[in-house]
């Protein structure tokens, strides 16, 4: 007999045993097969010369069993980058790396058999087998049959095994397939169900899972039983919730794998004990939790119908009744002989055809999975529903009708193409609905979210490349309705004419700061960028952040195309790719330039649904939209364009777009051979791609050659007539849309002559050309819509044409506003003609429109319309997926007139644009819109303005921007009618507040207006009306019991500062230069030059452009300069030029803001300006002696120690920006004892935190580690603004801390004329320890009896008499605090009773 290997034998062995084995001529366990290429042809396969082996053994399964989620996979690179020494022999490495069926079968270890115990075959009287027959196998094996698909023989074999089983399990002896688990079988097999432990005990008759096999010993079935049954009797004496509370800790100490394994193992070991217990075990196995399968768990949970009042008690009543066992009899259908293969009744595969139980029959708060149908509405779970609606199926609740989402998912699988497609649309509806927000009030969680983190988008990726065309268009319209919202487009397309409307944010997710963890330690140049790193991202993790992106990384753009180009699929999936695609356009200016370069993508859009000619549809809903424009797809390229510059050249040029806008702009809606509405559309679209086009100075040769049809359309916008209040609406944007092109054209002719003149003086080397369009082609403009401005207001009187003219109002004045604020830089200004033009439009047009009760009404519902006032308003009505931002318009649209055609901030904002243009060019005029600042509902509204706080998100900050516009045209025009309106100065402090606010709430994009803010308003003399009233002697008074002698007053603080507003302003200024780009990008915007914008696309939405505590940023810059050069501990005559003066003016600004707009800096929390505060000590060694900055600083350090910014001290939460206040506190205790000199300023700043309220840790490490800097703490208690009692009230309770305190008073670290205000903090704090008699743990009564006993037998009588007579705090005492002349009787039996005890004991 030939021998196994060994895992010791060397390679010569194995040699040698192959050679015995080759010699021996046996047959070998393994047989190698060689499988011909399917792909290739049998022929080819043939031909083939290195085919692949497959190695096929004998009791390997089928199938490929269930396995885990694979661990996630390793750069094949990094693996290879091993290191390799030259002397390696290369035989270990093979030998190391060796694969072969020979290597892998030496490691194989043999089980130890020695202790299984043997059973003699059994004894029978037939010499030979009985033969098999048809009728045998059925009648035996029809119970006991295992599962799977097994021949006759081998069902007649299990049988017979099973049987053999049966007979040894009596005898005394385990099965061998009982399993291997070592875990007690009984309280795994009471996970299941809550029923007494009787009935427990009774539904098993042996231990199901244990074989005893790993003993290892000769009895281990014996030992097995033994085992059963020690627990089956600790079973007995317990109670039943002694049980199901051990039940509640295994469960919880188990993986939940392991316990699903168990409860398999056991419905696979005890089928027949569960069919004979009867009713009662079959209700047990039906109650147990269904299997959980492969895909991902997707339930969601019903909120409890409360409202009903009805809920379900947690009893037998209440659960839905379990059906018994079906019969023949019961079944619903009669078998007939001449069913084929029908011969043989099998019940329990027929049960699915009785009927379904009953659902429940009341409400529950119990938590249910969510069900919907096929339109996505949500099914109650009480609901009855008859089964002809196609809702029930044979899933793990049958009786419920409705698909849940994991359903859904296993149904979009199927090899079914109906079911697939249903199953895919089904999923449309949910998320059509869930995007919406109508499941809000009826689910818990995120319906959108648990879809995503499932791996929907994957799955909508697979159903696109489905061959069938109806899952096809279904998983187009599930991704329309996954990534579009019509409500966010619908708002986009109405803000578009607004002022800087085209402008808007990226759709990009939220940037999350992950540091890699393979580039710590590196530097800058050698870390991965952002692309490489997403480069090497696996699909789903790039989609998990950014859903968009992960469509793209998934080759959808390309699938898109097939679909669109191949495929020619309905109008509904054309439009619904259609609005995807924008979809993604909108992502970013990256995800824009991909459509772009997707091959033929854009070619098959323009030249199908583009088209310069076609031929009328035949029927008013056209069954295929190739062939004929769509509206859609000009709507595209103008969001491309929107993404860049050189995008739209790419379009006008490249892709056809000029011949495009040729055909569309010039041609009337009425001769498009198209339905009337879409055909206004296309010509919108179209309008509205030019003016996109002429906003970068492209395109404007075309304005030349249409201008004929633009004045003509221009002229025709005063008489519009519609068929129906659709058509209506159409028609006002496209005018609107007219009128965005022309202001584009005329901002972009307005800068011809500058760019002339840049272009002759830099001979063409930085300046771009200027377009071919001049001031002159643009000039004639203006009395047309004058005209038709003036007619607007007219129109107001008459109730038909207001709603009209209130939509073209806002048009028609922007443009006037661009015409003026252009006309006063041409060379052919002319400034008499244009000052009398402006007094005649202001008494005859603005005047008039002012003073309008519809413009009154629209100035009332400023507070209450306001987002900013009112953060509410902007609150999502649907979903919110960080993956996939939106502007949550569904809510905002039905809550409020902001984002509607009639919008109250269109109209007002343009007014307030061109009224500041022509107070700039006319002052004269300045104060005759003075009433619109006085009004009411103004002065309200910004009041209002002040304290708000508004949250910054994609749902808020589109619409945030806008009122932003509106507030800072309002401040502008406030801050020219204070020097010249008395009335408006009194609210000059309103105005200044209200600036301070807006400058801190600027989002990206509008860097400009906070310049401007900063240059004009926020450092204005005349907006501080307190430096000329006498407010800094007042300022004086109030603090006159604060201040020392020899320190300034308050008043002549504030005073100096406002003498110094200039420089003030340009330090802050200068230390804002780092913003300099964007403010350059952000001016070309809003001041018009147009050739020099780049893109459309503000930056990314991370927050506003400046912090809330902006106020302080000289201080942090200075610091984060003095560390990066370390200069941490340089004086100040080494430091830069300039540093000091600049320290100066932050903190001269800070405290006129701490003295007079306090509001302002209320969203700075206490211990956030005390962490900005405590960088003029931290930024140099001796900057704070420095008499303007101590000066300065006390009085901040003042003003911050008041009672009620005391009380609002929180230093235990973070301060923003730091990890922890304790860090900056052990690095001032650093500075200090380096440093301080001894200097008060900087000693109130140490004995701050060290207040009885805040952290114990803090006052540890100045008693601990830093003790030495009390010597050097000599801060008065009259130099100290805090009250004494902050820090002896209450007693100290932490026993190490106590310890340090007598410790440094024994020692004379600690004393009263080098710190008095800590000496009076320890003596308290250890005279109550000492003689507190409170019941305490053992150990702390020990400490107190032995800290008394040491203070007895103290030499130090001042001391002693200290600790022993002290009464209570008093600051301003000559020691800090009172003292009794004699213990009192209370404390002097407790001092007799410590010491006399122990004098006592020594005695004895």
């Known amino acids: 007999m030939l021998r196994r290997p060994k895992p010791s034998d060397s390679e010569a062995d194995l040699l040698r045993e192959q050679q015995e084995f080759l010699a021996a001529g046996s047959q070998p366990n393994v047989t190698v097969v060689k499988r011909p290429d399917k792909r290739r042809g049998d022929a080819a396969a043939a031909e083939q010369g290195n085919q692949r082996d497959v190695v096929t053994i004998a009791d390997l399964p089928d199938e490929i069993p269930t396995l885990t989620p694979a661990p996630p996979k390793k750069s094949r690179f990094k693996q290879e980058q091993r290191v390799h020494f030259e002397d390696d022999d290369p035989e270990e490495q093979l030998d190391r790396h060796d694969t072969h069926i020979s290597a892998v079968l030496s490691r194989i270890i043999e089980r130890d058999t020695s202790a299984v115990p043997l059973s003699l075959p059994c004894i029978t009287g037939t010499p030979f087998p009985k033969v098999l027959h048809r009728s045998v196998v059925d009648s035996e094996g029809q119970v006991r049959a295992p599962r799977g698909r097994k021949s006759i023989f081998a069902r007649q074999i299990a049988a017979q095994m099973a049987k053999k089983d049966d007979a040894s399990f009596l005898n005394g002896s385990e099965p061998k397939d009982r399993g291997s688990s070592n875990l007690a079988s009984s309280p795994l097999g009471s996970m299941e169900t809550e029923q007494p432990k009787s009935d427990a005990i009774k539904t098993v008759a042996g231990p199901l899972l244990v074989s005893g096999q790993g003993l290892g010993i000769a009895n281990s079935a014996m030992e097995t039983v033994k085992i059963y049954q020690e627990n089956q009797a600790k079973l007995q004496v317990m109670s039943q919730s002694e049980i199901l509370e051990e039940q509640r800790k295994l469960l919880a100490q188990l993986d939940p794998r392991l316990v699903d394994f168990v409860r398999s193992r056991k419905a696979e070991k005890s089928p027949a004990s569960e069919s004979a217990s009867g009713s009662g075990q079959r209700e047990v196995s039906l109650n147990e939790p269904p299997p959980k399968s492969t895909t991902p768990e997707l339930d969601h949970t019903i909120k409890a119908q409360e409202s009903q009042g009805v809920t379900m008690e947690e009893d037998e009543s209440n659960e839905p009744a379990v059906q018994p066992a079906v019969t023949v009899d019961e079944l619903p259908i009669k078998l007939q002989k001449e069913w084929l293969h029908m011969d043989k009744v099998e019940p329990e595969k027929l049960e699915w055809t009785r009927d379904l139980p009953p659902p429940m029959r009341q409400s529950t708060k119990k938590a249910m999975q969510a069900r919907f149908d096929f339109t996505g509405t949500l099914i109650p779970p009480t609901k009855d529903l008859p089964t002809h609606l196609g809702l029930h199926h044979h899933g793990e609740e049958p009786e419920l009708a409705g698909y849940s989402l994991q359903e859904l998912f296993l149904l979009s699988r199927s090899q079914l193409n109906q079911q697939r497609n249903l199953a895919v649309s089904t999923l449309a509806n949910i998320l059509t609905k869930a995007r919406a927000g109508e499941y809000t009030s009826s689910l818990k969680g995120s319906v959108v979210s648990s879809l995503l983190d499932a791996g929907l988008l994957f799955l909508l990726r697979f159903s696109l490349d489905d061959s069938v065309k109806g899952v096809m268009s279904a998983a187009v319209h599930?991704?329309?309705?996954?990534?579009?919202?019509?409500?966010?487009?619908?708002?986009?397309?109405?803000t578009f004419p607004w002022l800087l409307g085209m402008a808007t944010f990226p759709l990009l997710p939220t940037a999350q700061e992950n540091e890699d963890e393979d580039d710590e330690g590196l530097d800058e140049c050698m870390k991965e960028t952002a692309i490489e790193k997403e480069?090497?991202?696996?699909?789903?993790?790039?989609?998990?952040?950014?859903?968009?992106?992960?469509?793209?990384?998934?080759?959808?753009?390309?699938?898109?195309?097939?679909?669109?180009?191949?495929?020619?699929?309905?109008?509904?999936?054309?439009?619904?790719?259609?609005?995807?695609?924008?979809?993604?356009?909108?992502?970013?200016?990256?995800?824009a330039i991909q459509i772009l370069d997707c091959p033929r993508l854009m070619d098959t859009v323009i030249s199908e649904f583009l088209p310069c000619s076609w031929a009328p549809p035949s029927s008013q809903i056209p069954s295929s939209l190739y062939g004929l424009p769509v509206a859609l797809a000009m709507k595209l390229l103008r969001v491309l364009a929107s993404a860049g510059r050189h995008a739209c050249a790419r379009i006008l040029n490249s892709l056809g777009g000029k011949e495009l806008l040729s055909r569309f702009v010039v041609a009337e809606p009425s001769e498009m051979l198209l339905e009337a509405g879409e055909a206004l559309r296309c010509s919108t679209e179209a309008l509205r791609l030019f003016a996109v086009a002429a906003s970068y100075g492209q395109a404007c040769s075309l304005y030349t050659d249409f201008y004929p049809v633009l004045v003509k359309r221009l002229q025709a916008g005063s008489w519009l007539c519609a068929s129906s209040e659709a058509v209506l609406s159409l028609?006002?944007?496209?005018?609107?849309?007219?009128?965005?092109?022309?202001?584009?054209?005329?901002?972009?002719?307005?800068?011809?002559?500058?760019?002339?003149?840049?272009?002759?003086?830099?001979?063409?080397?930085?300046?771009?050309?200027?377009?071919?369009?001049?001031?002159?082609?643009?000039?004639?403009?203006?009395?047309?819509?004058?005209g038709l401005l003036k007619g607007c207001v007219r129109a107001l009187d008459d109730p038909g044409r207001m709603s009209s003219a209130l939509i073209l109002l806002p048009s028609y004045l922007l443009y006037m506003e661009t015409y003026y604020s252009q006309l006063s830089v041409q060379s052919s200004f002319q400034p008499v003609q244009c000052l009398q033009e402006l007094e005649s439009l202001t008494s005859e047009v603005l005047l008039p429109l002012i003073s309008h009760q519809a413009m009154m009404n629209m100035i009332s519902s400023f507070r209450s319309s306001s987002v900013i006032c009112n953060p509410g308003l902007s609150a999502t009505g649907w979903e919110v997926v960080p993956s996939l931002p939106g502007l949550g318009c569904s809510k905002l649209k039905t809550t409020s007139t902001l984002a509607g055609p009639n919008s109250l901030l269109f109209l007002p904002t343009a007014l307030l644009n061109l009224l500041n243009t022509i107070t700039s060019i006319h002052k004269g005029l300045t104060k005759r819109f003075s009433s619109l600042l006085l009004s009411d509902s103004v002065l309200c509204y910004l009041r209002a303005c002040i304290g708000a706080m508004p949250s910054v998100s994609h749902t808020s900050a589109w619409i945030l921007r806008h009122e932003h516009h509106l507030l800072y045209l309002l401040l502008r025009l406030a801050h020219k009618l204070v020097p010249v309106n008395p009335e408006v100065a009194k609210n000059a402090s309103l105005f200044h507040l209200v600036s301070l606010a807006l400058v801190s709430w600027l989002l990206p994009g509008c860097e400009y207006l906070a310049h401007e803010l900063m240059s004009t308003m926020i450092f204005s003399h005349s907006l501080l009306p307190e430096g000329g009233s006498g407010e800094p002697d007042v300022t004086a008074l109030a603090e006159l019991q604060l201040k020392e002698k020899t320190s300034p007053s308050i008043g002549s603080l504030l005073h100096n500062a406002l003498l110094h507003l200039p420089s003030i302003r340009g330090c802050y200024l200068t230390h804002l230069a780092h913003m300099e780009p964007a403010v350059l990008v952000s001016r070309d915007r809003y001041l018009g030059r147009t050739l020099f914008v780049s893109s459309h696309f503000l930056p990314e939405l991370t927050g506003p452009s400046l912090p809330s505590d902006w106020p302080f940023l000289p201080l942090i810059s200075l610091y984060e300069q003095m560390r990066l050069s370390g200069g941490e501990g340089q004086q100040v005559e080494s430091l830069p030029a300039g540093l000091v003066q600049s320290a100066t003016h932050c903190l001269q600004w800070v405290l006129v803001l701490e003295s007079w707009r306090e509001q302002v800096l209320q969203v700075v929390p206490p211990a956030a300006k005390l962490a900005r505060l405590a960088c003029v000590f931290l930024c140099s060694s001796d900057l704070f002696l420095e008499r303007p900055v101590q000066e300065l600083t006390w009085a901040m350090f003042r003003r911050l120690t008041r009672p009620a910014q005391l009380e609002a001290l929180d230093l235990v939460s973070p301060p923003p920006g730091l990890a922890s206040f304790h860090d900056l506190y052990s690095a001032l205790l650093s500075q200090y004892e380096a440093v301080s000199f001894g200097d008060p300023l900087f000693g109130c700043f140490m004995l701050l935190p060290l207040q009885r309220c805040y952290s114990v840790t803090m006052r540890l490490a100045v008693f601990g580690e830093h003790v030495g800097m009390l010597r050097s703490l000599g801060v008065s208690l009259q130099q100290l603004p805090i009250p004494l009692e902050k820090f002896t009230s209450p007693m100290e309770d932490s026993l190490p801390l106590l310890w340090l305190y007598f410790r440094a008073l024994v020692t004379g670290a600690l004393k009263r004329n080098w710190c008095p205000v800590l000496y009076v903090v320890a003596v308290a704090h250890l005279n109550a320890f000492i003689f507190s008699q409170d019941a305490v743990a053992e150990e702390v009564d020990a400490a107190r009896r032995s800290m008394l006993r040491k203070t007895y037998y103290l030499t130090d009588e001042v001391l002693k008499n200290h600790l022993l007579l002290f009464r209570l705090p008093q600051q301003d005492a000559e020691l800090g605090f009172s003292t009794y002349e004699q213990l009192p009787p209370i404390r002097a039996r407790r001092l007799e009773s410590v010491v006399g005890t122990e004098e006592k004991e020594e005695q004895r």
């Not at 599930?478 to 109405?494: F, G, H, I, K, T």
């Not at 669109?564 to 993604?584: G, M, N, Q």
């Not at 584009?744 to 071919?772: D, M, Y």
Request: net charge negative; proline share 5%.
């Open 731 to 786: 028609e006002l944007e496209r005018v609107r849309a007219l009128l965005v092109l022309l202001t584009w054209v005329t901002q972009t002719a307005g800068c011809h002559e500058e760019l002339q003149r840049g272009l002759v003086s830099s001979q063409g080397t930085e300046c771009p050309p200027p377009a071919p369009v001049t001031w002159s082609h643009v000039s004639g403009l203006k009395p047309t819509v004058i």
């Open 478 to 494: 599930a991704l329309q309705a996954l990534l579009v919202s019509s409500e966010d487009e619908e708002c986009l397309d109405n």
């Open 535 to 591: 480069e090497k991202q696996a699909d789903h993790d790039v989609a998990r952040q950014d859903v968009v992106k992960g469509f793209l990384k998934m080759q959808g753009l390309s699938r898109l195309r097939y679909i669109l180009e191949v495929v020619r699929p309905s109008p509904r999936v054309v439009l619904d790719t259609l609005e995807v695609l924008i979809r993604i356009a909108r992502h970013s200016s990256a995800a």
